[in-house]
């Protein structure tokens, strides 16, 4: 189940991206890795004389010799490589995309070994792996709107909007997430809808004679198809599933993730403000204020299961991946896109919670000694480790930190999944720390790494992370690439294969890898800032999106921010943060080698 991704992903930023907002901060507990670090003891040879004294070593040893391998590596990036790397990303989607339209188009997704369509699993309808996100609906299509924009084939994405407009209903008797149904389509319809009629054109002329808002119309019948999920629960928080005709099913579970719930706020709140009708922000932002009171007494902090009748949490799981990510990444992008202060003051206090309970390590990223800084999962109530895996979604939380100013700690975290991408050639869905090895195995073309490595080099612009960006792209091109379009890796070590290609693959990871070499890319050169939603799709940062038609709906809530917190200077979230890139972190390492190294020693790459 997917969980993560509700990207809202990207302001484009430049050198002044800690200036969109505040930050705070704190620092937890040094992790007990003890990795690299031994006390020395005397030979045999010493033996009946004077021990020496005793001496901790640094790993300052690991860095020998004059010629330091990393800088060698990753100081340069010349512009034929990047524009080689722009054009394998180019032909990446479309080998992808191509085959879907030929072989899969109108099903949701292609089985790209087989090259044929996938549907919902109507003999399985407890499948919900696949069921939770195919709704019959010409997924990958939509899901790709944008994707074909950002490439620049405006003839292309027009053909594929009128087929949406022609083909596509969602009066069907399907059950779907919530989540996945907001994020992946809603979110797409919204967004295209925007770029069509965006009177600014940034990527050319790309709307068209006859369009009357049908994708908005779209949007909004498939959002009034999801209300039910928000009645008939004691809590506000919403049912995890819908059936598009019927409504909530009868056998519906009253469980739910906090992700799940808590990230739909970004395209339901866009919707009301695009439409007047206020129902959608309303309903997402109840749930929002529903699980940020039932957060920890103690901590601060949310669990990752809830029960949306009684509000007792199912699962006391606190940590950055999946169940949880993209209610943190919400918050803030709902700040910066609607500007309510409201969701900034609940994003700046659970990331206190956040650095004061999960991260462990030695307190500077690119200073000093200790263990690499590192985000555990801890039981909700106490801030104690509860597991010693972390998974693959929580690569998107660099990208999250490089939004709220906080580079340094998003440099180390980035770095540390890096080096798990070097070792395997693709991110198992969990990894061990302790172990230094996967707990599950498989890679489903996931495009959290990716969104952050793109976000760190915009912040920065520092050649490092198109290397990145290159050694993900050719992995993906030698392990995943089959017959019809790229599978999702079965075992991230022997390299085997599922016949899946999610729609991700081409609405995020694609578009991320294209961007990332792409610096002439509208987005990067008309002057207007952008966000991307969870799911990849780019949405302006617009004054219209930050003028309600209606007054508020709810006064302050318990659990809420107080106007003491916002009238507070000395609130960590009162605290400006707007320091420019340092120089240094432009040309040199972003993260220095020795640190660097540490890492790689830290996954056993050597």
Known sequence: ??????????????????????????????????????????????????????????????????????????????????????????EMFYFGYDNYMKYAFPEDELNPIDCKGRGPDALNPSNININDVLG????????????????????????????????????????????EANIRILGSLISAHILLTDPKQPFGKVNFEGYENE???????????????????????????????TGVPPDSINETCTAGAGSLLVEFGILSRLIGDSTFEWVARRAVRALWRLRSNETGLLGNVINIQTGQWVGKQSGLGAGMDSFYEYLLKSYILFGEEEDNQMFQAAYESIQNHLRRGRDLCNEGEGDPPLYVNVN??????????????????????????????????????????????????????????????????????????????????????????????????????????????????????????????????????????????????????????????????????REKQWDDLFPCEEGTPSETESN???????TSNCNRIPVEQRFALPLKSVYMKQIDHMVGLF
């Not at 209300?227 to 995890?240: M, Q, S, V």
């Not at 507070?568 to 009162?574: A, I």
Request: hydrophobic share 40%; aromatic share 12%; glycine share 4%.
């Open 1 to 90: 189940m997917r969980w993560r991704s509700l990207v809202i992903g990207l302001v484009v930023l430049r050198l002044s991206v800690s200036c969109v907002l505040w930050l705070a901060f704190g620092l937890g507990p040094n992790l007990s890795l003890d990795l690299l670090f031994r006390e020395e003891t005397p030979t045999e040879s010493s033996k009946g004389k004077e021990p020496p004294k005793k001496k901790k070593s640094s790993y300052l040893r690991l860095f020998d010799g004059s010629e330091d391998e990393y800088a060698r590596r990753y100081s340069s990036f010349p512009d034929a490589l990047k524009s080689k790397m722009k054009e394998m990303a180019r």
């Open 136 to 179: 019959n609906y010409s997924l990958t299509l939509i899901d790709t709107l944008d994707t074909l924009l950002v490439l620049g084939n405006v003839s292309e994405f027009q053909r594929a909007v009128k087929l949406v407009i022609e083909t596509v209903s969602f009066d069907k008797d399907s059950t779907v997430q919530v989540f």
């Open 215 to 245: 994708l908005l119309h779209l949007a909004h019948d498939l959002a009034v198809r999801l209300l039910p999920a928000f009645e008939h629960t004691d809590t506000g928080i919403p049912y995890p599933r819908v059936n598009l005709k």
């Open 380 to 545: 909700m109530n106490s801030g104690e480790i509860i597991n010693t895996w972390i998974d693959s979604l929580q690569a998107f939380f660099p990208g999250l930190q490089v939004l709220n100013g906080d580079v340094d700690n998003a440099i180390c975290l980035h770095a540390f999944y890096y080096a798990i991408w070097k070792r395997f050639g693709a991110l198992p869905e969990r990894y061990n720390w302790q172990l230094q090895a996967p707990d599950v195995h498989f890679y489903p073309l996931r495009p959290e790494l990716v969104e952050s490595t793109y976000l760190l080099y915009q912040a920065t612009k520092n050649p490092f992370y198109l290397h990145v960006g290159m050694d993900i792209l050719q992995s993906l091109e030698q392990t995943t690439k089959v017959r019809c379009g790229y599978a999702t890796l079965h075992h991230v070590v022997e390299k085997s294969k599922e016949d899946r290609m999610e729609s991700f693959f081409l609405s995020e990871t694609c578009k991320y890898l294209y961007l990332l070499f792409d610096e002439n890319n509208p987005l990067h050169k008309s002057g207007h800032k952008y966000i991307f939603t969870t799911e990849g799709h780019i949405v302006p940062i617009d004054k219209r999106f």
């Open 568 to 574: 507070n200077p000395s609130h960590p979230s009162n």
